[in-house]
């Protein structure tokens, strides 16, 4: 079979999905685990102490790739819920429910590991830096759409007010990133300053490149598990998901 | 309650009348019920006199502070006023005759929103200058935050509308309302804030002002149709 032959489409509904859902976890999942450990092996054993920071600057391994993820993930959201809306269909708003907790997972981490690196590198663990602060803004972004989305009893209103919300949400983003950067250049000067870090040696790169990686793979994985939950949950009533339960039995 | 008939010819100016008929329709509901317009311009005064009793009475955290007070008591006083924009129009079913309307939905929530700052959002922009008062702005500070909140706080009105339409007839809407508005409302607090800061810093507020006029006409053209959107959601 070439592969223009295949009607992708075919994926769109929830039947067709969640076998194929099923196969790709493990392809994900494992080198996401993979790459996780040597990540780490590398991050945290390989790399060589920093001169400057000493041991505590080994937290960008996870701080990076979280905040990262934390903001592509939200992209990936405004994707999916703009073809929710155009094409009206349910896969799309499933896949953006299912995004939805890790992107809030690792806006989380980002948050809470850099005030943790805060600390030993500038002694404090929060400062209204343009990034964190609009970090915090990104975080109240997606509990906002886990709290409208939890709000609304019927599924497929909440798809489209979530995806209404999230595509409104998206275009704010730069604006609200750059209103900070403006705002903290106006009131603070540059002195607490992440753009000017000194060069990173090539093996920290790569670890946390790797460690991106990982994170990358392991968001797709969880996603693609989410997705197959709330397919069983909210197509209950059809046949296939009584054909897989049955089979399951 | 919807005393007028939707009857209007579909025409090229459907558009604007389609504003003008909500303008005026909203603006006669708002005048009967002055009562609760005057609650929430109290909520607006009750706020800003608030912080002088938390921070105390000495002159100068006073007027470094008072921009930013008088402009996050602003996002509050709107936020507390959103509700009533859709909420008795989607209770008594109006709202799903508006979207059945010839005129277009985009252009009714248009007049909706102009007629909601107009009650809500205009007597609170004229009291400030008092307020401002209080705080020990001078003139020239006063002046530009007044033109800040002018400016600023229609766009507040615009995306907080959107907002309002998303959490029709949901519990617990308030709360929720709060927390789906106000990260969108942080660029118009900070540049209507930054524009008195940049007097004080001895440049000129043109720039924030400008910036604060280009997020209002770009609300202008985009949250209607993001509002009149969520509105289809909620009616359907």
Not at chain 2, 7 to 33: H, M, Y
Not at chain 2, 43 to 64: A, R
Not at chain 2, 89 to 104: I, N, V
Not at chain 2, 139 to 166: F, K
């Amino acid at each position: 079979m070439s592969s223009s032959s295949i009607n992708w489409f075919r994926f769109a509904s929830p039947a067709s999905f969640f076998p194929l859902a099923r196969k790709l976890v493990p392809w994900f999942a494992l080198p996401a685990a993979l790459l996780a450990a040597a990540g780490l092996y590398l991050g945290l054993v390989v790399a060589p102490t920093d001169a400057q920071q000493g041991d505590a600057y080994r937290i960008i391994f996870i701080h990076v790739p979280a905040a990262w993820m934390s903001m592509f993930i939200y992209v990936v959201m405004a994707f999916w819920s703009a073809i929710a809306l155009m094409f009206n269909t349910r896969l799309a708003a499933m896949m953006v429910q299912a995004l939805a907790p890790t992107g809030a997972l690792f806006t989380f981490l980002a948050l809470w590991t850099g005030s943790l690196w805060g600390r030993p590198a500038w002694g404090t663990y929060w400062a209204w830096d343009a990034r964190m602060t609009s970090e915090l803004i990104l975080l109240f972004l997606y509990f906002g759409y886990l709290a409208l989305r939890g709000a609304i009893a019927d599924p497929r209103r909440a798809d489209r007010a979530s995806a209404v919300l999230v595509l409104v949400g998206v275009i704010n983003v730069p604006i609200i990133y750059f209103s900070v950067r403006w705002w903290n250049t106006l009131h603070q000067g540059a002195s607490v300053s992440l753009t000017s870090a000194p060069k990173m040696a090539a093996v920290m790169l790569t670890a946390m490149l790797i460690m991106t990686l990982a994170a990358w793979l392991y968001a797709i994985a969880i996603a693609l598990m989410r997705v197959q939950a709330i397919m069983l949950e909210r197509e209950r009533r059809t046949g296939w998901v009584e054909g897989f339960a049955g089979a399951a039995e | 309650m919807s005393e007028a008939t939707l009857q209007a010819p579909l025409a090229d100016d459907s558009a604007w009348r389609g504003i003008a008929w909500a303008l005026a329709r909203d603006l006669k509901l708002a005048l009967r019920s002055r009562a609760e317009l005057g609650v929430q311009l109290l909520f607006y005064v009750i706020v800003v006199t608030l912080f002088p009793l938390g921070i105390g009475p000495e002159p100068g955290p006073l007027h470094t502070l008072g921009p930013g007070v008088l402009w996050v008591a602003a996002l509050l006083a709107s936020l507390l006023a959103l509700p009533r924009l859709f909420a008795v129009d989607f209770a008594d079913g109006t709202l799903e005759q508006m979207t059945l309307s010839p005129y277009p939905l985009p252009a009714i929530v248009s007049g909706k929103i102009l007629a909601h700052w107009l009650a809500t959002g205009a007597p609170l922009v004229a009291l400030s200058p008092l307020l401002a008062l209080q705080f020990g702005l001078d003139g020239r500070e006063m002046a530009v935050l007044t033109a800040g909140l002018l400016v600023g706080t229609p766009t507040l009105s615009l995306m907080g509308a959107i907002g309002a339409a998303l959490t029709l007839g949901i519990r617990a809407g308030g709360a929720l309302l709060a927390l789906l508005t106000l990260p969108l409302y942080v660029p118009v607090l900070i540049f209507g804030a930054g524009a008195v800061e940049a007097l004080r810093a001895g440049t000129a507020p043109g720039g924030e002002l400008s910036i604060l006029i280009a997020a209002l006409l770009v609300s202008i053209v985009g949250a209607p149709l993001a509002c009149a959107a969520a509105v289809r959601i909620a009616v359907d």
